[in-house]
């Protein structure tokens, strides 16, 4: 599973606050902290606190100073996330584009300019569709797109769109199918991602629900998730499905051993 | 029409593994040797590079090995039971890369010799050689425990491959190698899981990664090969795949196992339709070593000078060293 740590987002408070008063040592912190937990890649997301592409690229370097972990860039506005490839160091992801023609033919020719992968929501014009069809669609004009501009499908991640379990308990059953629909739409198939905190919102057992659908998720295809890599049991449940679905070679201790592969 | 390319890119690298030291480094190897450091599967060179070749080690005891058929024992005859001076020979006449001594005379099932007297074996082998050292124990793990807090130490600096750790016994011999600077072998009774479980005990306790050889146990040719074939495959896929602790150089002993099977010890006069045992035995040998190489073997324990020399023959050609067009 590729891991993007969901925690440097201004939507939390200690992110608000650090990107307002460019507190770089907060942000370092959760940046070490989330690498040392396992996360393959760091989100940074900017929430509403600011649409400047200097704070972008203000906390893109903050990170760089203290980790080389590949980072994720949490925004649909190229002249967001361009600043911010132009610094970033290793390999990045753009998170995200949309099945809109206006994102795809602005932030897919920039992932491959950057050498950067990107993930492509379901989701167009009228929001997110809820059916499989639906997001199957928007899958194969993103698809299509990254095809056409020459992106890699190891670059391309297709994010079908959770939906929060407490309001709409029937997405669960639609958004597995998807997954495992995505999984069978190329040999090799593009990275299939997944907001998994998304699922547990405003939910009582966020925790709980995040893992277990993460783990049914996994069995039908999902190999990313943007998520709260410092839940000790989540982690310890990824490390439990790979092993489950053969991904990696048993040991008595392989709890641990996950940990020392990270 | 184009010819698909269907070459795998790996993403991890297998552990560089360094045995022995020079007196520059503190020891007085003349050379070392290193293992490792490839990535890519055994001999496909397209898909990546293989910056070591594999290497050879000879087996020597310290004890006359009585259990030995005849005709591994004829070409050391005047120096059985001195193993300083059979190391000699085998470093001077057949050149392997390493040499690699048995303390079987530990054995306190055998001629229980004490691990001071194991001491003083190992540092007059090291007197009387310049190859880098393997030094594996009697088999027996209690009193491997004991010989190795006396001779870890006797060569320290020389940066020696001890053998071995297990599952149930990696703690003292794991401390001594850390403290004494060797490398050590990780033990595992055909076992893919166990493998990976000793590594894990290994880091544990302190061990880099640079510092384990994976043994998978190494059966011979006929007697579950290819169990070990299969395991030893899945292990090089796992770690180039990015599973650290698979990413261990591979030892494989040769000339302990092969030379158990009768299809190597029977004599023409017992079985007159199977041969010259003389050359059957050492084929025997020679071929279980190539089948080794081919699933990702770095490093073979040899015993007889004939098996050594068609191994060694076998990895020129292997690496394309041979001076034969390949094409």
């Known amino acids: 599973m590729i891991l993007i740590g969901e925690r440097i987002n201004a939507g939390f408070s200690d992110v608000k606050e650090a990107l307002k008063a460019r507190n770089a040592g907060e942000i370092r912190e959760l940046a070490r902290k989330q690498t040392e937990a396992g996360a393959d890649y760091l989100d940074i997301n900017m929430g509403a606190v600011s649409k400047d592409p200097a704070d972008m690229v203000w906390l893109v370097e903050t990170v760089q100073n203290v980790v080389d972990t590949p980072l994720s860039i949490d925004s649909q506005k190229a002249e967001i996330v361009e600043p911010a490839l132009n610094v970033c160091e290793s390999k990045s992801l753009i998170n995200s584009t949309t099945a809109q023609d206006d994102k795809l033919d602005k932030l897919i020719p920039l992932a491959v300019e950057y050498g950067a992968s990107i993930i492509g929501i379901t989701s167009g014009k009228e929001g997110a569709p809820q059916d499989v069809n639906g997001r199957l669609e928007h899958a194969a004009k993103i698809f299509t797109k990254a095809t056409e501009y020459g992106l890699g499908v190891e670059d391309l991640f297709i994010d079908p769109v959770a939906m929060p379990l407490k309001f709409m308990q029937e997405q669960a059953s639609n958004l597995l199918d998807s997954i495992n629909q995505l999984s069978n739409i190329s040999d090799p198939p593009p990275h299939i991602s997944l907001g998994i905190s998304n699922m547990s919102s405003d939910a009582s057992e966020k925790s709980l629900i995040n893992r277990t659908f993460l783990v049914m998720a996994m069995a039908v295809g999902l190999d990313a998730a943007i998520c709260n890599v410092f839940d000790e049991k989540l982690m310890n449940s990824v490390a439990t499905g790979e092993m489950i679905l053969n991904e990696e070679i048993y040991n008595d201790s392989y709890v641990e051993t996950y940990r020392m592969n990270q | ?327």
């Open chain 2, 1 to 327: 029409m184009q010819i698909p390319d269907v070459s795998s890119k790996w993403e991890n690298e297998i552990s560089t593994v360094k045995i022995g030291a020079t007196p520059e480094e503190g020891g007085t190897r003349k050379e070392t040797v290193t293992i490792g450091g490839q990535t890519a599967m055994p001999y496909l060179s397209f898909e990546g590079s293989i910056p070591n070749r594999p290497v050879t080690a000879f087996e020597v005891w310290d004890v006359r090995p009585e259990s030995w058929p005849e005709v591994t024992k004829e070409p050391f005859e005047e120096v059985l039971g001195e193993p300083a001076e059979w190391s000699q020979k085998c470093e001077e006449e057949y050149d392997p890369d390493l040499l690699c001594l048995r303390l079987k005379g530990c054995d306190p099932y055998g001629k229980d010799r004490t691990p001071e007297q194991a001491a003083k074996t190992v540092e007059k082998v090291l007197e009387a050689t310049s190859l880098p050292l393997i030094i594996w124990g009697s088999g027996d793990k209690d009193k491997d425990n004991e010989v190795f807090t006396l001779v870890s130490p006797a060569a320290e600096g020389e940066n020696c491959l001890l053998g071995t750790i297990t599952e149930d016994n990696y703690r003292t011999l794991s401390a001594l190698g850390k403290a004494d600077n060797h490398k050590v072998i990780a033990e595992s009774p055909v076992d893919i899981n166990i493998a990976k479980q000793v590594n894990t005990l290994a880091l544990d306790v302190g061990f880099d990664l640079e510092d384990i050889v994976i043994f998978p146990d190494s059966p011979a040719l006929g007697y579950g090969i290819e169990y070990v074939y299969s395991i030893m495959e899945r292990t090089r896929l796992a770690g180039l795949k990015g599973d650290r602790l698979m990413a261990q150089p591979i030892l494989a002993n040769i000339g302990g196992e092969v030379w158990k099977t009768k299809e190597a010890k029977i004599t023409e006069n017992e079985k007159p339709s199977w041969g010259n045992h003389r050359k059957r035995g050492p084929v025997w040998e020679a071929t279980t070593a190539f089948m080794y190489l081919q699933s990702g073997a770095d490093l073979v324990i040899m015993r007889h000078p004939k098996a050594l020399k068609e191994v060694k023959r076998h990895i020129d050609r292997l690496m394309g060293d041979d001076g034969k067009d390949s094409s």
